[in-house]
């Protein structure tokens, strides 16, 4: 299957951590990637998992349990330029071929 | 280093017509997708192409083509447009084919068919 399933929408208050679950069918598991897009432009890649564990880069840090199917991205200290859609993409197979969730937006409130 | 590049930008077409878009990766970069982009349906891998051959492909009907020229510049082409193909077309641009390769998308062009 390739169902990869993440939450529509979240609201967070600036300053305030977000996490961004993402959960997906478990064959043929090759990497997991976030990407962040803005409104009206292009995905901007965030994080790339294919080990268990946790992956931090600066303020946005991301896990990964592949016995689970699942990933989450984790936001800390909210900024309004966080607001946008994070979108959770799996590759199964080798090359780069992606399959991505629907996108979950994060809307950042003062 | 120039970004991914894709033009035009903006494409109004009618139903029925053809159209072609196109896609120059990063300086270096031999690997090229195209994804649909729409509301419904979100991202939609299309193809990949690299050192000119298509590697994989999705779910899309055989009027969604594509190919690579030498210089890793690619073109994807719509024949015999619907009006469901309104939509944001993306192209990714990567070094390598697999592993931790990340994908650097271009800004896309939207498809308006009417």
């Known amino acids: 299957g390739q169902n990869i399933d993440q939450p529509t929408e979240m609201t967070a208050t600036e300053g305030a951590i977000v996490q961004i679950n993402c959960t997906y069918q478990?064959?043929?598991?090759?990497?997991l990637f976030w990407y962040q897009q803005h409104a009206g432009e292009a995905p901007t890649f965030l994080s790339y998992?294919?080990?268990?564990g946790l992956e931090e880069k600066g303020r946005f840090s991301s896990f990964l349990s592949r016995s689970k199917g699942y990933s989450y991205l984790l936001l800390k200290e909210l900024q309004m330029k966080d607001s946008a859609s994070y979108l959770c993409?799996?590759?199964?197979?080798?090359?780069?071929?992606?399959?991505f969730g629907g996108g979950t937006r994060v809307l950042v409130k003062p | 280093k120039a970004g991914v590049t894709q033009t035009p930008r903006y494409l109004i077409k009618t139903r029925g017509q053809q159209v072609t878009l196109s896609c120059s990766p990063i300086s270096g970069h031999r690997s090229v997708s195209w994804y649909q982009q729409t509301p419904g349906q979100g991202l939609q891998f299309l193809f990949e192409?690299?050192?000119?051959?298509?590697?994989n492909k999705g779910n899309f009907p055989g009027r969604f083509s594509g190919r690579q020229f030498s210089n890793s510049r690619s073109e994807m082409n719509v024949s015999t447009l619907e009006l469901g193909d309104s939509a944001l077309y993306l192209c990714?641009?990567?070094?390598?084919?697999?592993?931790?390769?990340?994908?650097?998308f271009g800004q896309g062009t939207r498809l308006t068919v009417v």
């Open positions: 990714a641009s990567s070094s390598g084919h697999g592993g931790d390769t990340e994908a650097f």
């Open positions: 993409a799996v590759r199964r197979t080798a090359g780069n071929k992606l399959t």
């Open positions: 478990t064959s043929g598991f090759n990497g």
């Open positions: 192409y690299f050192s000119e051959t298509q590697r």
């Open positions: 998992n294919v080990l268990d």
